[in-house]
């Protein structure tokens, strides 16, 4: 179970507020007491925890994607962005910016690289012009999808398989990105790659981040 304390800082107003939520599963199962978080716009904000600690329940909470997993928000509240309740709507959170990258990449193996990118613009209607322009920027951050353009997601490493995902979600033009453990099981090099891009994301287009890893 994870209690944490709301990281303050005076000068970022709130993008994503948790507000003492608490979590059960199937009915019975608590998996969150009390957890409070704060994500200002424009901050990189690091959930810590081991295995179970309750990160991806957090984010879930967040993304309104707890009753896909048979669980819900008993207690608290969540706010994005103006939005506020005891859970709020996925899509219309996604449509507000909030894009969830899940844990364990879930890339859509049949497709290509590419397809894989246009299904990520699928979700706020984009011009084919637009889907053509973030795509390439995607191609820029993340050369090594560019050199894998055709292939079928299942095809491509962990690493590369992240990247999509990631990727994919930058296709929704997001103002606020979940990452959960992208680090998980991947190369060093491919880790400090990843991170770099989330970093300059972040500093150049005022990305917030919310990323939860055990390390
Ligand atoms: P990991 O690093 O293993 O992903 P985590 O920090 O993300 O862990 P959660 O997956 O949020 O942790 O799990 C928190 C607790 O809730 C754990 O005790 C877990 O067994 C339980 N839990 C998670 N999902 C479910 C579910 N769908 N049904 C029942 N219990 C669940």
Redesign the pocket.
């Known amino acids: 179970m ?1 209690s944490n304390e709301p990281r303050v800082t005076a000068e970022a107003p709130s993008l994503l507020e948790l507000d003492d939520i608490h979590v059960d ?2 009915g019975i ?1 608590s ?1 969150l007491r009390g957890v409070s978080l704060r994500v200002g716009r424009g901050e990189i904000v690091a959930l810590l ?10 984010l ?1 909470a967040a993304s309104g994607l707890l009753a896909a ?3 819900a928000i008993t207690r608290g509240t969540v706010a994005f962005d103006g939005q506020r309740g005891a859970g709020l709507d996925a899509r219309r959170l996604v449509q507000g910016g909030l894009v969830q990258v899940l ?1 364990g990449r879930r890339c859509f193996a049949h497709l290509s690289v590419h397809e894989n990118l246009v299904a990520g613009a699928l979700v706020r209607r984009a011009s084919r012009a637009e889907v053509v322009a973030d795509a390439e920027r995607i191609y820029a951050l993340f050369p090594r999808l560019a050199h894998r353009i055709g292939s079928a997601a299942g095809l491509l490493s962990g690493g590369e398989q992240q990247m999509l995902a990631i990727g994919r979600a930058l296709m929704v033009r997001p103002r606020l990105l979940l990452l ?2 992208p680090s998980i099981g991947l190369a060093p090099q491919i880790v400090q790659e990843i991170f770099d891009v989330i970093t300059r994301l972040n500093r150049n287009e005022g990305v917030s981040v919310l990323i ?1 890893e ?1 390390n």
């Open positions: 994870i599963y199937e199962i998996a925890g081991g295995n179970g600690a309750g990160k991806t329940t957090t879930a997993k048979r669980g844990e959960d453990e939860a055990q």
